[in-house]
């Protein structure tokens, strides 16, 4: 019992450690309709700009602060440069193009800071946290935490005003011109908002596997989280996250010894292959009706 | 004009012939040309920027101490990807040039190719990657491991067991990546196994590795008195870190080769004080090429990397790959003779005996039926802020190692 146990808390944790790469996915489509792709680039890059900034002597907490300060920027960029020129172009292209930018990014970053893995110390021990026989990761818990503070941060912000607009753009580009909001800058707001989610998530992967180029690799159970959850909903990423760690964990935690070989993907696959077929939106995603 | 035609014909024919030796003797002095051709950007960026820097470090010191009897070498250094179809496209660019030796430090590309260069006839060394039934020189001529195979590691990994605490009635679990590098070592371990009388059981985690902790409580649960961690890059050090995190002794944990500075620093020099891994070269700038190098190559500027990775674990490893290769083109030189082709640095690689490197590596020698060297290493210790060498260099259980040989490279040659 402890050993199913421990599977449930430890998948549990690191699902919301997914949700946290997630998030920023779901921010971007709340706010602007689109699905972003870059996502597990983004979550690379910030972890990379965060080394780096602590390799350059900064005290581990300013570099965070200072690195979502320019990943944010980097996000208001995106939107600049690339995404408004994409305006009036079907959604497919705009896939592309965040798709091109991961390709992009995975590449670029490692060749200007180096691609082999780097440190993140983050000052979290190795000793286990252990509760009635159950062995807990100290890194995953704290990054638990962050995870749930982080979604219930983005969960109030979008009752703001501000998040308000978000949503407004989010529904429908035109009628948002109409009533003189800036769609623009709306889009912008929302990658920046996901450059800074994406800080969160690189920095504690970082420090647990260390920094390179896998990190980007985070897009694929982010991808599982939010289909599942809904790919508009923040809370949908919390109850997504949680049940693709805990299904990640567990199952493989019992039927790994008798295949052979690791099942995790597997479920990871057959939680987005189920979804898409029995609730195409997810748990709490929109499910949008148009007439024909 | 018919005195000038018979002064004119022996006078162009002495001039045909002595611009024709010339060609010979320019041709004789052309570089020899090396393709390391590899991963830089995808799967194996954990080691190719630190080994391919000790690679071209080194054919720069053998040309600035004058290239071997006049001939100097040259690297073509390309891009792969680790993709089979950019690997192929590289090395048909760099035959044209004139490469007669390939690396390309990639299991699939290694693996994609290894039918063509023996089509061609040259020279590809697989150290450390690739298929571990090349060592078998009959069935695969041109294809060189020249290092311990995967298969070697584990047994000398094993061996080292034996001598400091015994094996006998041991639990041993083998955590790796769930890819065919990850479970290569099972068959040799479950073979000494039944010779030494203890239990091994393979447990995977997924590709990358970057998340394990399911695996570990499962590790955890069985509770083993040895740990063989088979993984590489980011996911080596989260295996260090779980293992850690779940109470096993880090003094317990065994590594395949691909564990290196990079990961004691991830996990936190401290933290990985005991942890042991297979080692093929020696690390550190005291060895005598390393010093030559340091002195007449990265002092003066020349080096094709960043300072600080001269000596470590990786970059020492491509200096000693090159080591080899130069030394089989001098053997080849030597009693075959200028120009270079594929099949007399084959016939060079196969004269090597006894080499160390000046005492960097092990002693190898290669022969045509073993194209591996003896499957030679030895096992080092972190010790907080640097690899020690823990056990000589060594080979262990060669009768298994050589069974599992035979065993694929016939299946190979049965598919072929």
Known sequence: ?292 | MTILKRIGRPAALALGLAGAAGGVAAQDKEPIKFGLLQDFTAVYTFVTGEYNQGQQDYLTLVNEEGGIDGHMFEAIVRDTGNEPQRGIEAYNRAREEGAILFDFLSTPVSRGLVDQVMKDEVVLITPLHGRGDAAAGETFPFVFPVMATYWSQAAVLADHIKSTGGLEGKKVALVHIDSPFGREPMPVLEGIAEAENFEVRGFPYPSPGNEQSATWSEVRRYRPDVVFIWGAGGGQSVSVQQAIRNGIDPASIHSVVWMAETDARNVGADAMTGVKRFEAVATGTETPIVSRIVEKVVEPGKSAGDAANVGSSYYNIGVATMAVAVEAARLALESEGAPLDGPKLKAGFEMIENFDAEGMMPPITITPEDHQGGGYGRVAQWNGSAWEPVSDWTTAYPEIVQEEIEMNAAEYAGGN
């Open chain 1, 1 to 292: 019992m402890a050993y199913f146990i421990e599977l449930l808390v430890n998948g549990a944790l690191v699902g919301l450690m997914y949700a946290l790469a997630a998030l920023g996915f779901v921010l971007i489509y709340k706010s602007a309709g689109v699905p972003n792709l870059a996502q597990g680039a983004l979550v690379m890059m910030a972890a990379y700009l965060v080394w780096y900034l602590g390799s350059l002597g900064l005290p581990i907490w300013i570099a965070i602060a200072v690195g979502a300060a320019l990943m944010f920027g980097f996000g208001l960029l995106v939107e600049r440069l690339l995404l408004r020129r994409m305006v009036g172009q079907p959604v497919i292209m705009v896939v592309m193009l965040t798709l091109g930018m991961e390709i992009l990014l995975r590449g670029l970053i490692p060749g200007v800071f180096g691609a082999a893995p780097k440190p993140l110390d983050l000052g979290i021990g190795l000793a286990p946290v252990i509760v009635a026989d159950v062995f807990m990761n100290r890194a995953y818990l704290i990054g638990g935490l962050v995870a749930v503070l982080l979604i219930a941060a983005s969960m109030l912000f979008f009752r703001t005003r501000l998040g308000t607009k978000l949503r407004a753009v989010s529904d429908d580009h035109v009628a948002s011109w109409a009533v003189g909001l800036s769609v623009e800058r709306a889009i912008g707001l929302s990658w920046g908002i996901a450059g800074i989610a994406a800080v969160g998530a690189g920095v504690l992967w970082g420090s647990v596997q260390g920094v390179d180029w896998t990190l980007s690799t985070l897009l694929f159970p982010a991808i599982a989280v939010v289909i599942l959850g809904g790919v508009d909903s923040i809370k949908g990423v919390l109850v997504g996250g949680l049940a693709v760690g805990i299904l990640g964990s567990v199952i493989p935690g019992y039927l790994d010894a008798m295949v052979g070989g690791s099942t995790r993907d597997v479920v990871t696959s057959v939680i987005i292959l189920l979804t898409i077929l029995v609730r195409p939106h997810g748990i709490f995603g929109r499910e949008d009706i148009e007439r024909i």
